[in-house]
C-alpha cells in the first residue's frame, strides 16, 4: 500500500502440464499471468505485461457455479480431437497477452476496460516484409448488481486483432470480434438463466464465424452441505465456409455444430470443494463440398472431478 486508497502489486502465476493422456507435454510450464499494476480508488486501474485481456471472459458470463463454461469446450477439446476444435473450440473471448491494460473504477455497478497487447514475433515475414507481431486492440464494458432478489451480470466487448505475421497461412487476415453475455439469478429460489452471443468477422472469410449458447437451471444448498447446481445448456457455432479441400494449413473438414448438455456440481462448502459431474452431446452438420455429401460427426463426453479452492 502507497497511501489509502493506492496500491501497488505484482502477480505472477503458473500452470502445470502433467497428463500424458490429454497430449500434454509431461511436466511443461505455463506462465499464465505476469504483470505489475498499479490501483487506485479513485482513477482505477492499469496493468503492465502479461495479463487476461480485458475481453476475457466477456462470453462467458455466468453467475451459476457450472464447472464446464457455456459457450468453449474446456477440456473436451483434448478428448474430441481437430475435427471438433475446428467448430467448437471459439476465439470470441480474450486470452493472456503481454500489453497495456486499463479499467475504471466502479461506478453504479459498471465498469470500462481497454487494452493493447501484442503476441510474440511470428517467424515468417509480414506483407511489407518485416518480422513483426500482432496487434490487439480491445474495450469492453462490464455490469454486476441485485436488484430486490434478483442478481444481475453482464458484459459486452470489441477486440481489433491486427494480424501482422505469416502472410502465407491460410487463416491470415485482421479480426473484428464482438461478444455479449449476460446471467440473472433469482436468489430466493435459486432459478437462473444465462447467455452469450459473439462474431468474428475478417477480410478472410475462413475466419468468419458467429456463435450463441444458453443455460438454465437451478442452484439452491438443499443438504446443508453447499450449494448444488443442477443445469441444461445448448450451444450453436456457424462458421462461414464449410469445407473438405486442404488449405495451407487447413487439413480437416470443417463443420457447422451444435451441442446439448446436462450438469450437476455440489459444492462443499467446509472443505472448499466442488464435485461435478457434467455430459455433452456434440452434433457436427452435413454439408455438401465438390458435389459430395460430407457428413459430420456425433460425439458424447462424460466429464466428473472434483476441485479444491485454496
Known amino acids: 500500500?502507497?497511501?489509502?486508497?493506492?496500491?501497488?502489486?505484482?502477480?505472477?502465476?503458473?500452470?502445470?502440464?502433467?497428463?500424458?493422456?490429454?497430449?500434454?507435454?509431461?511436466?511443461?510450464?505455463?506462465?499464465?499471468?505476469?504483470?505489475?499494476?498499479?490501483?487506485?480508488?479513485?482513477?482505477?486501474?492499469?496493468?503492465?505485461?502479461?495479463?487476461?485481456?480485458?475481453?476475457?471472459?466477456?462470453?462467458?458470463?455466468?453467475?451459476?457455479?457450472?464447472?464446464?463454461?457455456?459457450?468453449?469446450?474446456?477440456?473436451?477439446?483434448?478428448?474430441?480431437?481437430?475435427?471438433?476444435?475446428?467448430?467448437?473450440?471459439?476465439?470470441?473471448?480474450?486470452?493472456?497477452?503481454?500489453?497495456?491494460?486499463?479499467?475504471?473504477?466502479?461506478?453504479?455497478?459498471?465498469?470500462?476496460?481497454?487494452?493493447?497487447?501484442?503476441?510474440?514475433?511470428?517467424k515468417l515475414k509480414n506483407e511489407d516484409g518485416e518480422y513483426d507481431s500482432d496487434d490487439h486492440w480491445e474495450i469492453a464494458l462490464k455490469y454486476a448488481g441485485e436488484f430486490n432478489g434478483v442478481r444481475i451480470a453482464a458484459g459486452v466487448g470489441y477486440r481489433k486483432e491486427e494480424d501482422?505475421?505469416?502472410?502465407?497461412?491460410?487463416?491470415?487476415?485482421?479480426?473484428?470480434?464482438?461478444?455479449a453475455s449476460g446471467s440473472v439469478m433469482h436468489m430466493p429460489t435459486g432459478l437462473f438463466v444465462s447467455g452469450g452471443y459473439a462474431d468474428q468477422d475478417s477480410d478472410n472469410a475462413l475466419n468468419r464465424m458467429s456463435g450463441f449458447w444458453v443455460m438454465a437451471g437451478v442452484e439452491r444448498n438443499w443438504f446443508g452441505h453447499g450449494n448444488t447446481t443442477l443445469y441444461g445448456e445448448y450451444s450453436e457455432n456457424d462458421l462461414d465456409v464449410n469445407t473438405?479441400?486442404?488449405?495451407?494449413?487447413?487439413?480437416?473438414?470443417?463443420?457447422?455444430?451444435?451441442?446439448?448438455?446436462?450438469?450437476?456440481?455440489?459444492?462443499?462448502?467446509?472443505?472448499?470443494?466442488?464435485?461435478?459431474?457434467?455430459?455433452?452431446?456434440?452434433?457436427?452438420?452435413?454439408?455438401?463440398?465438390g458435389g459430395q455429401v460430407r457428413q459430420g460427426n456425433d460425439a458424447g463426453v462424460v466429464t466428473a472431478g472434483m476441485i479444491i479452492k485454496f
Open 164 to 179: 501482422n505475421t505469416d502472410p502465407g497461412s491460410a487463416l491470415f487476415g485482421d479480426r473484428e470480434v464482438w461478444m
Open 244 to 289: 473438405a479441400t486442404d488449405q495451407g494449413n487447413i487439413t480437416t473438414r470443417r463443420h457447422d455444430g451444435n451441442y446439448w448438455g446436462l450438469g450437476v456440481v455440489q459444492a462443499i462448502d467446509a472443505a472448499a470443494t466442488d464435485l461435478y459431474l457434467n455430459y455433452r452431446h456434440y452434433e457436427l452438420d452435413d454439408f455438401v463440398a
Open 1 to 122: 500500500q502507497i497511501r489509502p486508497g493506492l496500491t501497488a502489486g505484482y502477480l505472477l502465476e503458473i500452470g502445470i502440464y502433467d497428463d500424458d493422456g490429454l497430449g500434454s507435454e509431461k511436466g511443461s510450464l505455463l506462465i499464465r499471468q505476469n504483470h505489475v499494476y498499479l490501483d487506485s480508488a479513485t482513477f482505477g486501474r492499469i496493468t503492465l505485461g502479461q495479463a487476461s485481456q480485458v475481453t476475457d471472459g466477456v462470453y462467458t458470463i455466468n453467475l451459476a457455479n457450472a464447472r464446464v463454461t457455456g459457450g468453449e469446450m474446456d477440456e473436451h477439446s483434448g478428448v474430441l480431437g481437430t475435427r471438433f476444435s475446428t467448430t467448437f473450440k471459439t476465439p470470441y473471448d480474450g486470452g493472456r497477452r503481454k500489453g497495456v491494460y486499463y479499467r475504471t473504477p466502479t461506478l453504479a455497478g459498471f465498469i470500462l476496460s481497454a487494452g493493447w497487447s501484442s503476441g510474440t514475433n511470428d
